[in-house]
């Protein structure tokens, strides 16, 4: 079983930066790969990164790629996405998930566990 719980969101500046953390309960952390996915108010929800189950691969969005970083510590069942140089358009509740596969996925629907997001606000 997989139980996902975010942490590290909160209110910044723009420029600024932030690490969101994402710890998983459950015994099998290393057989899932993860994702990072964020939804701003009226919008779904949009990929940001994904890193594959032994953090050799990594995928990163368009909008975010040179700004984050997705990186996990397998031994502490954690995933983390740094982030700096933030701008409003960042405001969101991000999101991590976990699907069973060796490969890293960017398709919100191929996610099989998600956790219950952390708000990033970035002001200007």
């Known amino acids: 079983q997989v139980h996902l719980v975010e942490s590290g969101g909160g209110l910044v500046q723009a420029g600024g930066s932030l690490r969101l953390s994402c710890v998983d309960s459950g015994r099998t952390f290393d057989s899932y790969s993860m994702g990072w996915f964020r939804q701003a108010p009226g919008k779904e929800r949009e990929f940001v990164a994904a890193?594959?189950?032994?953090?050799?691969?990594?995928k990163y969005s368009d909008s975010m790629k040179g700004r984050v970083t997705i990186s996990r510590d397998n031994a502490k069942n954690t995933v983390y996405l740094q982030m700096h140089s933030l701008k409003p358009e960042d405001t969101a509740v991000y999101y991590c998930?976990?699907?069973?596969?060796?490969?890293?996925?960017?398709?919100?629907?191929?996610?099989?566990?998600w956790g219950q997001g952390t708000q990033v606000t970035v002001s200007s």
């Open positions: 890193i594959s189950w032994s953090g050799s691969s990594t």
């Open positions: 998930a976990a699907v069973a596969t060796l490969a890293l996925r960017i398709a919100a629907e191929q996610y099989d566990y």
